[in-house]
């Protein structure tokens, strides 16, 4: 099989990957994040239609003219809003569409515009949609990138163990997609790139089975129960928020909760529990989740996640130090209250300055 043949069964495995992938996100036999994955179920499958040209080449053997496929031009423009919608619905499950967001379709309509006149022999628009195509693929990157980014903070307000929540997957694919695309415009203009077309394959072939993987296995980001989903997301995502400005409640107030927080935290060690969440620990201090993470974020300083993961810490570094003991770096991370030993060593050397391996040598 020389090059040629293995770029076009690459080439079929991404196709049929991708629109087998799209098909299970929209099923969700789960049931989990349901809106995040139908809204990314159909990006998966406008995704695969990047490659529709090369699948009808395989079949036909004739090649495809740019502006031939028209309807299909069209949607093609719309995957990277989807990407968008599925990153905004599992960032907040709770987002509903409103009249303003019509603002979404300004891009696709001027792209429309653009192939409607080219289609008419104004090929002077043509450079036009490839300059409103890469516009709105690089504003909707950035976009859903900065969306993630502001989710992996928002999570550490309420989660003691964000390792499964914190869409790292998305975010890691997203640079991946925007590198192996820089490289694809840069041998475009500077070199041939049919000779590119292989390897570009063979990259976007790993990265959606890395999607696949990820995607089919993202666990409920938030709670099921509506109140408590409504209460954590409107949860400010940083001390610095006006929600911490402004007084939620009286100083004594504060300093009874705090002193209350501290007690639990000390006698009855719930953080000992890797799923520690604020709504577990509010209902354990009979406060709501706004009161306990206004306290936690005033009367300490710190988000929700530093706060429990530092008591964590404490508590491994006395599992380290005892030499009598026969657990392993894993068998103390898990009773700690880590979920995993990479979160366990992450977080013991942000507190620390050193590795849970380093600190017991």
Not at 57 to 62: M, S, Y
Not at 63 to 74: M, T
Not at 312 to 328: F, I, M, P, Q
Request: hydrophobic share 45%; charged share 20%; proline share 3%.
């Amino acid at each position: 099989m020389n090059t040629l043949e293995f770029n076009s069964f690459i080439v079929i495995l991404i196709y049929g990957s991708l629109v087998l992938l799209s098909l299970l996100n929209i099923a969700n036999p789960l049931k989990v994040n349901r809106k995040a994955n139908f809204w990314f179920g159909i990006f998966l499958f406008l995704w695969s239609t990047f490659w529709l040209d090369e699948i009808l080449f395989l079949i036909t053997g004739a090649p495809i003219e740019f502006h031939s496929l028209f309807p299909v031009r069209i949607v093609q423009y719309l995957t990277p809003i989807f990407f968008y919608f599925s990153v905004l619905f599992y960032t907040n499950p709770s987002f509903r569409f409103k009249i303003t967001d019509l603002k979404f379709l300004l891009l696709p309509a001027a792209f429309v515009i653009c192939l409607v006149l080219v289609r008419l022999g104004y090929t002077s628009f043509e450079f036009l949609s490839i300059i409103l195509i890469l516009v709105q693929a690089l504003f909707y990157t950035l976009l859903s990138y900065i969306t993630i980014r502001k989710h992996q903070r928002k999570i550490q307000q309420f989660s003691s163990n964000t390792e499964g929540i914190n869409l790292n997957w998305l975010e890691y694919i997203i640079l991946v997609i925007l590198a192996v695309n820089i490289i694809y415009v840069v041998y475009n203009l500077f070199y041939d790139p049919k000779s590119l077309n292989f390897f570009i394959n063979a990259v976007f072939l790993l990265v959606i089975y890395c999607v696949g993987y990820y995607s089919l296995k993202q666990k409920e980001i938030y709670p099921l129960e509506e109140k408590q989903r409504e209460e954590l997301i409107s949860i400010q995502d940083d001390s610095d928020s006006e929600e911490v400005k402004r007084k939620l409640i009286s100083d004594e107030e504060l300093k009874r909760i705090k002193t209350h927080l501290e007690n639990i935290m000390e006698n009855r060690k719930p953080y000992l529990d890797s799923e520690l969440n604020l709504i577990k620990l509010a209902e354990m201090l009979s406060v709501s989740n706004h009161h306990l993470s206004y306290v936690i974020n005033t009367g300490f300083q710190k988000n929700f996640f530093q706060y429990v993961n530092e008591f964590r810490v404490e508590y491994a570094k006395l599992l380290l130090k005892d030499s009598g003991s026969k657990l392993s770096i894993l068998g103390i991370a898990y009773e700690s209250g880590f979920n995993s030993k990479t979160s366990f060593n992450t977080t013991f050397k942000k507190v620390t300055g050193q590795t849970p391996s380093e600190f017991k040598k």
